[in-house]
Structures are given as structure tokens and as C-alpha cells.
T-cell receptor
Framework: AQSVTQLDSQVPVFEEAPVELRCNYS??????LFWYVQYPNQGLQLLLK??????LVKGINGFEAEFNKSQTSFHLRKPSVHISDTAEYFC????????????FGQGTRLTINP | DSGVTQTPKHLITATGQRVTLRCSPR?????VYWYQQSLDQGLQFLIH???????AKGNILERFSAQQFPDLHSELNLSSLELGDSALYFC????????FGSGTRLTVV
């Protein structure tokens, strides 16, 4: 079975500061990796995904993530955050073969302070 | 608009009642996944259908059931509702990626 651990439940940062949201996963088979964002009272929007190839993945809204197989990590970064980035961020994995359901972490609430 | 449509957006019902949540996947997507999001459990996978067939079950209670119809829309039926069933219910469809609907917020009173 797969599992995802998001190491920080809440991350407060100041506007225009850099941010890193940490994600570690566990799986005995190869996986795809995803980051989703959920704005208040909205659904889940895909930020970026790693399927194969380059380990540095660029997504929407200036976010990027790096897949590190040896450390089983997929941390999300943004060099300069804005107030509008305030949201809940979810890391997720799915196996490459089989039913491919998404397994989510518990989420990280990112709060941007002016 | 993600292309995945969920209705209704909000639902308030009493304990012991039964409700049906509906999901229409993106055009051309054969897969539908249902998830429950609650404060204490986070995002939990419930069930997966592919082209009308059940493919995988997750943490879905026996009081809950789902089906996918020939037109590929899916319905999640929740019965004998309890206060603890109050949550956001999402569906997602998948082709080369997962696309989520905006969810149905269920409140059981």
C-alpha cells in the first residue's frame, strides 16, 4: 500500500518570501506524484505532476517540485509567494499499474501574511 | 470549470435519511473516482468505476454504494445517514490526469 506524509500541517510565511512544502511518500512499487491546491470552499486543482523524465517539475502559478527517489520525497517550492497563494495544499501518489487511485497526504495549510 | 460536474453543491439532511450524489465525468473519460473529505479523516478514497464496472474499493462504508451508468455518469448513494457522514464528497475523472469536480457538501443534522 502507498502512504503520503506531509510534514507540516501549517506553514505561515510573509508575502514575497520563498516557501517549501514538504512531502514524503512510501511505496513498494513505482508511483506517479501530484500536488493539488484547494482554495477555501472550492474543489481540488492540479498544480503539477511527476510522471517520468526530469525530476524537476514546473507547474502553474509559479510552483515547482522536485522528485527525489532516494529520499522518497516530492517537495513543493515557490520562490516568492503572494497573498493569493493562501490555500490548502495536498500531495498525492498513485501507482503506475492497477486501479491507480490517488492516495493523499493530510494537507498543509499555507498562510501568507502581508 | 474543470469539466467534471457534481450535483448538488450543497445538501442538508437529517440523520437516518438517504441521499444520492451525482457526478458527470469529463467528456471522453471512462473512469470515475469518489472521495470523501472530512476534517478528521482528510481525503479518503471511496470507490472507483471504469466504464460501468467497479474497479477498486477503499474506505467505503456498507451504508454507501455507487454505480456508473451507460452514459458514464456516476451516483453515490448514502443511506442511514449519521452525523459523522457530514463531509465534502468529491468525484474525479481520469484520462491522462485526474480532474476533480467542485464537490458536494453534505451536512447531516
Amino acid at each position: 500500500a502507498q502512504s503520503v506524509t506531509q510534514l507540516d500541517s501549517q506553514v505561515p510565511v510573509f508575502e514575497e518570501a520563498p516557501v517549501e512544502l514538504r512531502c514524503n511518500y512510501s511505496s513498494s512499487v513505482s508511483v506517479y506524484l501530484f500536488w493539488y491546491v484547494q482554495y477555501p470552499n472550492q474543489g481540488l486543482q492540479l498544480l503539477l505532476k511527476y510522471l517520468s523524465g526530469s525530476t524537476l517539475v514546473k507547474g502553474i502559478n509559479g510552483f515547482e517540485a522536485e522528485f527525489n527517489k532516494s529520499q522518497t520525497s516530492f517537495h513543493l517550492r515557490k520562490p516568492s509567494v503572494h497573498i493569493s497563494d493562501t490555500a490548502e495544499y495536498f500531495c498525492a501518489v498513485s501507482v503506475i499499474q492497477g486501479a491507480q487511485k490517488l492516495v493523499f497526504g493530510q494537507g498543509t495549510r499555507l498562510t501568507i501574511n502581508p | 470549470d474543470s469539466g467534471v460536474t457534481q450535483t448538488p453543491k450543497h445538501l442538508i439532511t437529517a440523520t437516518g435519511q438517504r441521499v444520492t450524489l451525482r457526478c458527470s465525468p469529463r467528456s471522453g473519460d471512462l473512469s470515475v473516482y469518489w472521495y470523501q473529505q472530512s476534517l478528521d479523516q482528510g481525503l479518503q478514497f471511496l470507490i472507483h468505476y471504469y466504464n460501468g464496472e467497479e474497479r477498486a474499493k477503499g474506505n467505503i462504508l456498507e451504508r454507501f454504494s455507487a454505480q456508473q451508468f451507460p452514459d458514464l455518469h456516476s451516483e453515490l448513494n448514502l443511506s442511514s445517514l449519521e452525523l459523522g457522514d457530514s463531509a465534502l464528497y468529491f468525484c474525479a475523472s481520469r484520462n491522462y490526469g485526474y480532474t476533480f469536480g467542485s464537490g458536494t457538501r453534505l451536512t447531516v443534522v
